[in-house]
């Protein structure tokens, strides 16, 4: 039988997550998905993938067994309110996407006795490319459901508690920041003679390639930087010159700013 799940938010990363399990073949022969929103119509496209499209989260909530908060942070206090009811501790895992919103203050709302699992994809879930970090709890069987479903999503990682909003930064705000540096360099492939869209499949695959460099092997970017840096060649000297902009400390910088800015989200 298929694990129901409930997406209470069909915002930009509900409908992620929602579009990625319904395009891996595995998750849509093991999840059945809902997704709720106030106004459906922006969403209605997903019926067309086998999604349940709702404003009722009360009804979405009492088919489901995997309950996902995807609302904006200011916005959990009203739903949860509006579904309290039907929640039941015995029936329901609850998952929290929101930044800044911690474990603590979901369960404040919904009563205690609720597993409640945070996790932190990124809206590369709906290509199942996602980076997912989700909190180690003490519900370990709880915990084992949520990984399984993340990971039909792309990768995931359990970390402990404190790292929830590092997590944030670096994953979820991370996919706006790759791409603004895909975007920068495509502005600069266009100054060197390349149409947009060339310059921007070249930077978009030449950052896939750098990843995968990483990703399929132990190697550190140092190491792989060192391969393409050809004595007095163009690279270093292109390099270099991004650095005494302050390529590496503008990126490190915009990090920390950013992760000092959860704490004052809500
Ligand atoms: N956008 C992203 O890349 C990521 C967002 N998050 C977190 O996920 C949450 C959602 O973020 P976004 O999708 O970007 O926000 P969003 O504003 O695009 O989506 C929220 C959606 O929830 C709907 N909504 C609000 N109250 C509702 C209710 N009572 N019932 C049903 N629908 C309701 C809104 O109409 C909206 O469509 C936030 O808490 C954010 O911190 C986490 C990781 C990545
Ligand atoms: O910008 C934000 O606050 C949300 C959380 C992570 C990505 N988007």
Request: hydrophobic share 40%; charged share 20%; glycine share 8%.
């Amino acid at each position: 039988m298929k694990t129901k799940v409930a997406i209470l938010g069909g915002g930009n990363l509900g409908t992620a997550l929602a579009e990625g399990l319904a395009r891996t073949d595995d998750a849509s022969s093991k999840y059945d998905v809902t997704i709720t929103r106030r106004n459906t119509k922006h969403i209605s496209y997903l019926e067309d993938s086998g999604i349940t499209v709702t404003s009722d989260n009360a009804a979405a909530v009492d088919a489901a067994h995997l309950v996902i908060f995807s609302v904006q942070p200011t916005q959990i206090e009203a739903l949860i309110n509006e579904v309290k009811s039907d929640l039941d501790p015995q029936k329901h895992i609850l998952i929290s996407t929101m930044a800044g919103v911690t474990g603590e203050e979901i369960t404040e709302l919904t009563g205690s006795g609720f597993p409640v699992i945070r996790v932190m994809p990124n809206t590369a879930a709906a290509i199942n490319q996602a980076m997912t970090c989700i909190e180690q709890t003490p519900h370990k069987e709880a915990e084992q459901e949520v990984v399984e479903l993340f990971e039909t999503l792309g990768k995931t990682l359990v970390i402990n508690s404190e790292l929830m909003e590092a997590s944030t930064v670096l994953g979820a705000c991370g996919i706006a920041f790759f791409l603004r540096y895909i975007r920068a360099a495509s502005q600069g492939g266009i100054e060197v003679g390349f149409h947009a869209e060339e310059a921007q499949l070249i930077a978009a695959q030449t950052a896939l390639g750098a990843s995968a460099l990483l990703l399929n092997s132990d190697s550190h970017p140092e190491h792989e930087i060192d391969k393409v840096t050809t004595p007095k060649g163009c690279t270093i000297a292109g390099l270099n010159e991004m650095e005494h902009n302050g390529l590496s400390s503008a990126l490190i910088k915009g990090i920390k700013i950013s992760y000092e800015k959860i704490e004052k989200i809500r």
